[in-house]
Nanobody, 124 residues
Framework: VQLQASGGGLVQPGDSLRLSCAAS????????MGWFRQAPGKEREFVAS????????YYAGSVKGRFAISRDNAKDTVYLQMNSLKPEDTAVYYC??????????????????WGQGTLVTVSS
């Protein structure tokens, strides 16, 4: 299984960015997908997840209303649209795939496959 995240970069506060994560080696539509992030000196934290196209989406309180997760099962790709970015959004963003039970849909323990991460830096 490979998860290839891309789309990170340096942006200014208030800007938008879209991350992509292309999956291979798994039946993509059968897996829940999630985005997590880790800032320097901090633990990895949940950002957003969804189980299948058209299903419910889950967000961390700090990004709700600004970020949107989506997936394209035809392209085996999950996206994270990030709007109104803030300096505190600066982190390495990781995509993950798994088959979590509902109580683990927002936890790293619910996801068994991880990508390499893409760095997002929000700074003026």
């Amino acid at each position: 299984v490979q998860l290839q995240a891309s789309g990170g970069g340096l942006v200014q506060p208030g800007d938008s960015l879209r991350l992509s994560c292309a999956a291979s080696g798994l039946t993509f539509s059968r897996y829940a997908m999630g985005w997590f992030r880790q800032a320097p000196g901090k633990e990895r934290e949940f950002v957003a997840s969804l189980r299948y196209s058209g299903g419910p989406t889950y967000y961390a309180g700090s990004v709700k209303g600004r970020f949107a997760i989506s997936r394209d099962n035809a392209k085996d790709t999950v996206y994270l649209q990030m709007n109104s970015l803030k300096p505190e959004d600066t982190a390495v963003y990781y995509c993950a795939a798994g088959t979590p039970i509902i109580s683990e849909i927002m936890k790293p323990s619910g996801f068994g496959y991880w990508g390499q991460g893409t760095l997002v830096t929000v700074s003026s």
